[in-house]
């Protein structure tokens, strides 16, 4: 049986001391987890190691943790990869998540971040008047679509790891706004509407995830938070004509329409642009726009000031070479009558749904 | 020093079905539970539940099925209860906003489970336990007004009044070490199972038996415990199920020679057999040298339509993938029967009424008897809810005339000193871990699919020496903040507890029925065995033993052939 070190980031909060490291030998079978390597040095060595776990099996979604950097659940990762991912000789390094105050050693408060976000999407079921006498008919597909958010074990990875989050801790989130395409999804539930508008409206809800894929990659279900995300945006607005507050829906039509017509970002075009709802007509000519736009002015100052935006530039643009493959891209996609609506969880092949994720994207209110 | 009408222990199927009606039946409920609700092991639970709920199918059928699963040691008047229910309360569930499979109709769609006479098994993917208790919490959290959740609570004892009346428990608030006396006027255990007295065992690490043990303590009768379910398909190791769906989906059983060897044990139901009698095929193969090297047998679900299993058993192909590294949708996975459920638990009525007033029991814990020798897959999540509701409304009923009780306050004091007593220990004794390992292997040794006298009591020496050794533990957590350490401890000695009321229970039992096969008895014996066994906690803590009768209303002891 090989032999693997541990590095654990320990944090005893009674102590008064700052955090610090403990480092463990473990003799373990490649294929066991990281989870009982850590059980088992607490097993064996000190019973003082603080991690919440129970299933050992991705399904209770007690033991999110980041090792060597990157999130995880401690039960699902290979101790032999692990080792091989932190290199020759290296320990393998497994510390508390990202955005949650930690509370002891790997334990981290998920009651004062996660589970108050979940709570903010209103969780429960809202139907319109009283149940049938049998069961609620609904499409197979529409409990299918949302049976991928309905697969989420509350891990609080995504979380854990959400760059936007980071940089402003009120965003609601990836895992919460997942659980909330439960029910806009949900043909039972009779406040599509209103939720959706409440979560657009928010400034720090639909519009504030900045398509970084870090939910998506570290998801241990597939659940792939951002693709829910992009599904509440399509409806909201596709579907209700629901404006958010800080115009993330013309930000992204704009952003799409200039990468079609360049290819490359037009920086200068973006802001007008995206108050116009992507045209560029409108966003100058609009009393609306243009007051937004004025008022947004000193973001224009900036991106002149730190060269984001050279006047010249800011006159003329040039296009990708290469523009045409960009232009066939959004030929096809055009062409294609219906927009990719569900969710693929279980009806495709286990190796697509890293494609799924990417038509998703690609698909996004082109 | 919280007070409740109703307090439950525990937050899986059982507890949050429990809290629920509680609330709809007009209490101020609280609901404890030692992880945070979605953690509880309820959320393993893939395959599904069971409902006569097509028009074609009925909820006799369904009972019979059961009945005959039991082998004629469940309760007949309690499993019609479960079955008549059965219906409505997955239509409530629906209705609650579970993400049932439909069919094409956009009905709920069904799936086949083994002992089952028809496809009566509703399901989520294989989420199904995750799905209802992710969707049960969800309406606590709606109802948090009726609701007070105490999450990341560990109770460690029941206290009474000075009747002998239940009258709260004594729980530790695991973020800050506090402990705290809660004052109800019922408590409803739904503390779950305690697979982690087995190892390799299907069931999480908190499944450590707390209620049953605290139950016995505080003199509540356990029936049946020998009663110890080994499922056919769990990793060899680690014990990771595979989920009976995969059988019920079509999936086969080979032995190294390529025989697909449930023709000769159960020509007609094959791998849809009753659990202890595919589990008994495959032991036997094993023992008999057909099996592989590792000591398992193989389950072919390449037979499944790939776009089936991407559907219907995603979660497996996850865990094959992740535990076992095997492609299911492409090669035959190693499995072994594994334990993976106790029959057995806290004795109650069909209202969940143990025999201490006031306490009622729900779930794994509880023994009411719905599964007698052998329980039926997608049955428990089934008798969680149906006996999870019914003691919850029932407790607020009987709350409702009632005043606050006056617990009295020893146990406070006396718990206190014992966890401190175990933090401040010093290392003299063993290590925990050391005791549970010994005690994890000599009951999957001694305590699985095949028993006999001798082994039993060389268990039964084993767990009583090392009841003794458990008292000495030290730890090495010294804090207050998550000292997992010292909980470990209490686990410890709840386990030990099961363990020797399991073992006791095995060794009296003298004949074949279910889960429980003597090789020294192979027969069913009728004559002298359709009846419970009764354990209560002796003065000197041993467990004393008695006998009650078996319920039956329509259905006669029959051979059981699959
Ligand atoms: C892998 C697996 C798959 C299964 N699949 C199926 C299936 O497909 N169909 C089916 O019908 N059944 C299935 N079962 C069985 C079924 O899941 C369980 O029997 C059932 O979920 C038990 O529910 P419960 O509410 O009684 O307990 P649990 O869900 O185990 O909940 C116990 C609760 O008690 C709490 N608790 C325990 N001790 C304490 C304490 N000291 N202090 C405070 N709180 C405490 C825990 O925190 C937890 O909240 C499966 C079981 C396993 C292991
Ligand atoms: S894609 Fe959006 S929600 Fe997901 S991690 Fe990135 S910013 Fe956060
Ligand atoms: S979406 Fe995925 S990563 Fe996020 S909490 Fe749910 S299961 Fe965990
Ligand atoms: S222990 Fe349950 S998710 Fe890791």
Redesign the interface.
């Given at each position: 049986m090989p032999e693997y070190k541990l590095k654990l980031r320990r944090y005893?909060?009674?102590s008064g001391q700052p955090a610090y490291w403990s480092e463990y030998d473990v003799d373990l079978d490649a294929?066991?987890s990281v989870l009982q390597g850590i059980l088992t040095a607490?097993?064996?060595q000190?019973?003082?190691i603080?991690i919440?776990?129970?299933?050992?099996?991705?399904?209770?979604?007690?033991c999110a943790v980041r090792i060597n950097g990157k999130t995880a659940l401690a039960c699902?990762t290979?101790i032999g990869e692990a080792a091989e991912k932190a290199g020759d000789g290296n320990p393998i390094v497994v510390e508390p998540m990202n955005n949650m105050p930690v509370?002891?050693?790997l334990?981290v408060d998920?009651?004062a971040v996660h589970w108050k976000k979940?709570?903010r999407v209103v969780?429960?079921?809202l139907?319109d008047g009283d149940?049938p006498e049998?069961?609620?008919?609904?499409?197979?597909e529409s409990?299918?679509d949302?049976?991928q958010s309905?697969?989420?074990?509350?891990c609080g990875a995504c979380v854990g790891a959400c760059l936007s989050m980071e940089a402003n801790p009120d965003f609601i989130g990836p895992a919460a706004l997942a659980k909330a395409y439960?029910?806009v999804g949900?043909p039972?539930?009779g406040q599509e509407r209103e939720r959706l508008k409440d979560l657009a409206e928010d400034p720090d809800g639909l519009y504030t995830c900045t398509h970084c894929f870090a939910c998506v990659e570290v998801c241990p279900k597939d659940v792939a938070p951002m693709n829910q995300i992009m599904r509440l945006r399509r409806r909201a607005t596709g579907d209700f004509g629901i404006k958010d507050r800080n115009n993330g829906y013309g930000h992204e039509k704009a952003f799409v329409n200039l990468i079609e017509k360049y290819g490359t970002l037009h920086e200068a075009q973006l802001l007008p642009r995206s108050f116009g709802d992507g045209s560029l007509l409108k966003g100058q000519t609009e009393p609306g726009a243009v007051k937004e736009l004025i008022e947004n002015l000193p973001t224009a100052i900036r991106g002149l000031k730190s060269g984001k935006v050279s006047p010249v530039k800011a006159l003329w643009h040039h296009k990708l070479p290469g523009q045409e493959n960009v232009k066939r891209i959004f030929d096809e996609v055009h062409a294609k009558e219906d927009r990719l609506e569900l969710n693929l969880?279980?009806?495709?092949?286990?190796n697509d749904e890293e494609i799924g994720a990417m038509a998703e994207i690609a698909k996004e209110d082109v | 020093m919280p007070q409740h009408d109703v307090l439950v222990i525990g937050a899986g199927l059982a507890g949050q079905r429990a809290a629920l009606a509680a609330a709809e039946g007009g209490a101020s409920v609280g609901i404890i539970s030692k992880v945070h609700p979605v953690r509880s092991h309820s959320n393993a639970a893939q395959g599904g539940i069971n409902a006569a709920l097509n028009p074609e199918d009925s909820w006799e059928s369904h009972a019979f099925d059961t009945v005959k699963g039991s082998d004629y040691l469940g309760d007949q008047d309690a499993i019609e209860i479960m079955c008549r229910e059965a219906p409505d309360e997955i239509l409530h569930l629906e209705h609650l906003g579970v993400t049932f499979h439909r069919n094409e109709q956009g009905k709920l769609g069904t799936r086949a489970f083994g002992g089952a006479s028809a496809a009566r098994t509703y399901y989520v993917a294989d989420i199904t336990g995750q799905a209802i208790l992710h969707v049960l919490y969800e309406q606590l959290m709606k109802y948090s007004d009726q609701v007070d959740r105490y999450e990341e609570w560990f109770t460690t004892a029941l206290v009474k009044d000075e009747s002998g009346r239940i009258a709260g428990a004594v729980t530790r608030n695991i973020r800050d070490g506090s402990m705290e006396l809660f004052t109800a006027k019922t408590v409803i255990l739904a503390t779950g199972g305690n697979g982690q007295i087995f190892n390799p065992s299907t069931n999480a690490l908190i499944c450590t038996g707390d209620g049953i043990a605290q139950a016995y303590r505080a003199g509540a009768t356990l029936m049946d415990m020998e009663m110890i379910q080994y499922h056919p398909t769990t990793l060899a190791g680690i014990g990771l199920l595979i989920t009976e769906g995969a059988r019920g989906e079509g999936a086969h059983l080979y032995n190294a020679q390529g025989e697909r060897f449930m023709e000769r044990y159960a020509p007609n139901k094959m791998e849809l057999a009753s659990r202890d009698v595919v589990s008994r095929a495959e032991q036997t193969e094993i023992n008999e040298g057909r099996g592989f090297p590792d000591g398992t047998v193989a389950l072919d679900i390449t037979v499944v339509p790939k776009q089936r299993i991407h559907e219907a058993l995603r979660e497996i192909v996850m865990v094959g993938r992740d535990f076992a590294g095997v492609d299911i949708t492409r090669e035959p996975i190693h499995i072994k029967p594994g334990n993976h459920y106790v029959m057995g638990g806290i004795k109650t009525n069909v209202d969940g009424e143990t025999d201490v007033p006031g306490l009622y029991a729900a779930g794994e814990c509880a023994c009411v008897s719905v599964h007698g020798g052998n329980r039926l897959g997608a049955n428990s999540l089934l008798d969680t809810l149906i006996f999870g509701r019914r003691s919850g409304a029932h407790a607020a009923r009987v709350a409702k005339g009632m005043s606050m009780p006056t617990p009295t306050r020893e146990e406070l004091g006396r718990e206190r000193e014992l966890l401190d007593g175990i933090v401040k220990r010093d290392r003299t004794g063993r290590r925990v871990s050391e005791i549970k390992a010994e005690m994890g292997a000599v009951m999957d040794k001694h305590c699985a699919v095949f028993r006999d006298e001798e082994g039993l009591k060389v268990a039964l020496e084993t767990v009583k020496r090392l009841r003794e050794e458990a008292k000495t533990v030290a730890i090495d957590d010294k804090g207050t903040v998550f000292n997992q350490d010292v909980l470990g401890a209490l686990e410890l000695q709840y386990m030990l507890d099961n363990a020797e009321c399991i073992v006791t229970g095995a060794i009296e039992r003298k004949e074949s029925r279910g889960a429980q096969f003597r090789t020294d008895f192979p027969e069913r014996n009728d004559e002298e065995w359709i009846k419970h066994i009764n354990l209560s906690a002796g003065d000197d803590g041993t467990p004393e033993i008695s006998y009650s009768e078996v319920t039956m209303t329509q259905w006669e002891p029959q051979e059981r052939k699959y």
């Open positions: 005893d909060p009674e294929e066991r607490r097993d064996d000190d019973g003082s603080g919440r776990c129970s299933c050992r099996a991705a399904i209770c979604g007690s699902n290979a509370i002891k050693d334990i998920m009651d979940v709570q969780p429960w079921l139907p149940p049998r069961e609620y008919v609904v499409p197979a409990m299918i949302i049976t309905m697969a989420c074990i509350q439960r029910f949900d039972r539930d969880y279980i009806v495709g092949e286990g | -």
